[in-house]
T-cell receptor
Framework: AQSVSQHNHHVILSEAASLELGCNYS??????LFWYVQYPGQHLQLLLK??????LVKGIKGFEAEFIKSKFSFNLRKPSVQWSDTAEYFC????????????FGTGTQLKVEL | GAVVSQHPSWVICKSGTSVKIECRSL??????MFWYRQFPKQSLMLMAT?????????EQGVEKDKFLINHASLTLSTLTVTSAHPEDSSFYIC????????????FGPGTRLTVL
């Protein structure tokens, strides 16, 4: 069965700390992977996406993610977080030809303290 | 990037009434639209997938007679919550996808429904 899992449910960091949020997927065939962010009171925004090619994907606001096929992972990273990065982060995946359907992880609530 | 709008952004209604939520893709043609429900501090739960001109496909456990979905054009899908009850109070989010293999969806801002 297709699934996406996020193991960190709540993360608290100080400003300037480095961030890594875990995401693992379980898919047969070619997978497309996404990270979305939801700031308090706002709608989902796309941070970055992976379809194929370079497994290191750079997104907006200094975020990046690395697709590691052997580990079925697509972890999100940022070298130095800011207070404004406080938000909920969702990993999502879909299979090519799967009718655009996405499966979302349970989300990670990130709080960045000053 | 592609823009998806939802209307209304919030609605309060009495128990037993019906509420319609609109989802529009503003600058692209959406062959597929999705409706999600999000409970506080939880992930998005896919309710149904709708393709233009055909019946929606509902996820297991979602009552199709309660959550009516219409995808009348390539830019508009509507979700009607019929005979709403307090347990239907939630945040409803739509997304839209253009034709293609890459699963990319563009999300609307959501609609907060409160049923009294």
């Amino acid at each position: 069965a297709q699934s996406v899992s996020q193991h960190n449910h709540h993360v608290i960091l100080s400003e300037a700390a480095s961030l890594e949020l875990g995401c693992n997927y379980s898919y047969g065939g070619t997978v497309n992977l996404f990270w979305y962010v939801q700031y308090p009171g706002q709608h989902l925004q796309l941070l970055l996406k992976y379809f194929s090619g370079d497994p290191l994907v750079k997104g907006i606001k200094g975020f990046e993610a690395e697709f590691i096929k052997s580990k079925f992972s697509f972890n999100l990273r940022k070298p130095s977080v800011q207070w404004s990065d406080t938000a909920e982060y969702f990993c999502a995946g879909g299979s090519t030809g799967g009718g655009n359907k996405l499966t979302f992880g349970t989300g990670t609530q990130l709080k960045v303290e000053l | 990037g592609a823009v998806v709008s939802q209307h209304p952004s919030w609605v309060i209604c009495k128990s037993g009434t019906s509420v319609k939520i609109e989802c529009r893709s503003l600058d692209f043609q959406a062959t597929t639209m999705f409706w999600y429900r999000q409970f506080p501090k939880q992930s998005l739960m896919l309710m149904a997938t709708s393709n233009e001109g055909s019946k929606a496909t509902y996820e297991q456990g979602v009552e199709k007679d309660k959550f009516l979905i219409n995808h009348a054009s390539l830019t508009l899908s509507t979700l009607t919550v019929t005979s709403a009850h307090p347990e239907d109070s939630s945040f409803y989010i739509c997304s839209a996808a253009a034709a293609g293999p890459y699963n990319e969806q563009f999300f609307g801002p959501g609609t907060r429904l409160t049923v009294l």
